[in-house]
């Protein structure tokens, strides 16, 4: 019996990397994206197309609107989306765009699922580097809910296990990229922006992120921006020989 997993799948680049190492490890996977009241919706568009290219056996889009509690300006437009900052100040502070207990949420409801189907285990891309500072991204977060998941289900109990999975964690955006390259992973349809608008802004701190991240991996980023900020450059030469170390990543 194939081996099955449950992956957290944002349409965002950190979810479509961590898919598609799910797939290389030999999963059957089952996509759960959340339709959570997000500004950005255009992600789920994204997570649709990536569902699709990596072949997954079943993908639920679960409607789970946040907006009723508010907090975040990702699901409230009446707050500020941080923008402009430096590259050396994103992740001194918790930003407004941190959604409250989000991780918590979404895994609740991928564990749930994963007992439902006997999934061996959830995949999520949260990483620790070069991230915005989001307190349910840190590693000891997840060791927490790993706990809590050997003693919460039915499957657990009877000795069976549920492994939260997260293998781009301690890695940092470029480094993601370059796995993601040697995947073959479809970036061109993964989505990062925050501002919820037909190209991604250049400027909110996930396509500031984004963009180092494919600039020191010596590779154009292939989504359309409204501006760059001032010290991307738009016109990289493909470097191959930057990516010949990432097979160490997998």
Same mark, same amino acid.
């Given at each position: 019996m194939a081996k099955k997993a449950v992956c957290l799948l944002s349409g965002g680049l950190d979810s479509c990397v961590t898919l598609f190492l799910a797939k290389k490890q030999g999963y059957q996977l089952y996509a759960l994206s959340f339709d959570y009241g997000q500004i950005h919706k255009k992600e789920l568009?994204?997570?649709?197309?990536?569902?699709?290219?990596?072949?997954?056996?079943?993908?639920?889009?679960?409607?789970?609107?946040?907006?009723?509690?508010g907090g975040s300006s990702l699901v409230d437009p009446s707050l500020q989306i941080p923008m402009d900052k430096t590259l050396k100040t994103i992740g001194?502070?918790?930003? @407004?765009? !941190?959604?409250p207990a989000r991780?918590?949420? #979404?895994? %609740?409801?991928?564990?749930?699922?994963?007992?439902t189907i006997d999934a061996n285990a959830i995949f999520i891309g949260a990483h620790a580097?070069?991230? @915005?500072? !989001?307190?349910?991204?840190?590693?000891?977060? #997840?060791? %927490?809910?790993?706990?809590?998941?050997?003693?919460?289900?039915?499957?657990?109990?009877?000795?069976?296990?549920?492994?939260?999975?997260?293998?781009?964690?301690?890695l940092s955006k470029t480094e993601i990229i370059k796995t993601g390259i040697t995947l073959g992973v479809p970036f061109e349809h993964t989505w990062s922006c925050y501002a919820g608008k037909a190209k991604a802004c250049g400027r909110c701190e996930s396509c500031l992120l984004r963009l180092q991240g494919f600039q020191d991996a010596g590779r154009n980023d292939p989504v359309p921006y409204a501006s760059y900020p001032a010290w991307y450059k738009k016109k990289l030469v493909t470097a191959e020989a930057h990516c010949s170390s990432s097979s160490s990543f997998l």
């Open positions: 568009i994204c997570a649709k197309k990536i569902a699709a290219a990596a072949q997954v056996k079943k993908h639920i889009i679960f409607p789970l609107n946040l907006k009723r509690f001194k502070r918790i930003p @407004s765009t !941190y959604v991780n918590t949420i #979404f895994l %609740s409801l991928a564990l749930a699922y994963a007992e580097t070069d991230y @915005s500072g !989001y307190p349910d991204c840190r590693p000891e977060f #997840f060791e %927490s809910f790993q706990t809590m998941v050997d003693h919460a289900t039915k499957k657990t109990v009877e000795h069976k296990s549920i492994r939260i999975c997260t293998p781009v964690l301690h």
